[in-house]
T-cell receptor, first 114, second 113 residues
Framework: AQKVTQAQTEISVVEKEDVTLDCVYETRDTTYYLFWYKQPPSGELVFLIRRNSFDEQNEISGRYSWNFQKSTSSFNFTITASQVVDSAVYFCALSESSARQLTFGSGTQLTVLP | GAGVSQTPSNKVTEKGKYVELRCDPISGHTALYWYRQSLGQGPEFLIYFQGTGAADDSGLPNDRFFAVRPEGSVSTLKIQRTERGDSAVYLC???????????FGDGTRLSIL
C-alpha cells in the first residue's frame, strides 16, 4: 500500500529565510509519480510540481526547488528567500502506476512572518 | 473560466437529508476524481472516473455514497441519509490521463447539522 509521511506539522519562519519541507513516501511500485500541492488560506489546491520515479534530477523553479532521492524515498521541497505569500499548507502526494488516485500526506502548515 | 468548477460552494443540511454535489471538469480532461478533506488533514480519495465509467470506487466509505458521470464530463456526487460525520470539504479534480497533474476545484464545504 502506498503511504506519504510529512512529519513536520507546522513550520514558522521569518521572511527571507530558506525553509525545507520534508516528504517521505512508501510504495511497492517501481513506476510512480510524486507531486507537491499548495493550499493557501483561500482553500484551493494549487499544483506545483510532478516528478516520475525514473527522473531523479533535482528541479528548480524560481525560489522553489525539489530534491528527489529514491535511496531514501524522499521528495523534499525548499523555498528560498521565503515571502509572506508563501504561507499555506503544503501537501506531498504519490500516485502509483497501478492506481490513478493521489495519496496525500497530512500536510505541513508553513507560516512566513514579516 | 477554464478551471474545475464545483457547485455549490457551501451546503448546510440536516442529518438524514440527501445531497448532490456537482463538478464540471476542465474541458477535454477524461479523468475525474472526487476527494474528501477533513479539517487538518490531506484529501482522501473517494472515486475515479475515466470517461463515463467509475474505474475505481474503492474510496467510497459506504453505500450511502454514489457518483455518476453520464456523459463523460460533468459529475455528481450523491450522498444519501447524511450523517454528521459526512461534514467535510468535497474536492473534485480532473486530468488528461493517469499520472498527469490533477487540477482541483475550490471544493464544496458540506456541513451536516
Amino acid at each position: 500500500a502506498q503511504k506519504v509521511t510529512q512529519a513536520q506539522t507546522e513550520i514558522s519562519v521569518v521572511e527571507k529565510e530558506d525553509v525545507t519541507l520534508d516528504c517521505v513516501y512508501e510504495t511497492r511500485d517501481t513506476t510512480y509519480y510524486l507531486f507537491w500541492y499548495k493550499q493557501p488560506p483561500s482553500g484551493e489546491l494549487v499544483f506545483l510540481i510532478r516528478r516520475n520515479s525514473f527522473d531523479e534530477q533535482n528541479e528548480i523553479s524560481g525560489r522553489y526547488s525539489w530534491n528527489f532521492q529514491k535511496s531514501t524515498s524522499s521528495f523534499n521541497f525548499t523555498i528560498t528567500a521565503s515571502q509572506v505569500v508563501d504561507s499555506a499548507v503544503y501537501f506531498c502526494a504519490l500516485s502509483e502506476s497501478s492506481a490513478r488516485q493521489l495519496t496525500f500526506g497530512s500536510g505541513t502548515q508553513l507560516t512566513v512572518l514579516p | 473560466g477554464a478551471g474545475v468548477s464545483q457547485t455549490p460552494s457551501n451546503k448546510v443540511t440536516e442529518k438524514g437529508k440527501y445531497v448532490e454535489l456537482r463538478c464540471d471538469p476542465i474541458s477535454g480532461h477524461t479523468a475525474l476524481y472526487w476527494y474528501r478533506q477533513s479539517l487538518g488533514q490531506g484529501p482522501e480519495f473517494l472515486i475515479y472516473f475515466q470517461g463515463t465509467g467509475a474505474a475505481d470506487d474503492s474510496g467510497l466509505p459506504n453505500d450511502r455514497f454514489f457518483a455518476v458521470r453520464p456523459e463523460g464530463s460533468v459529475s455528481t456526487l450523491k450522498i444519501q441519509r447524511t450523517e454528521r460525520g459526512d461534514s467535510a470539504v468535497y474536492l473534485c479534480a480532473s486530468s488528461w490521463d493517469r499520472g498527469q497533474p490533477q487540477h482541483f476545484g475550490d471544493g464544496t464545504r458540506l456541513s451536516i447539522l
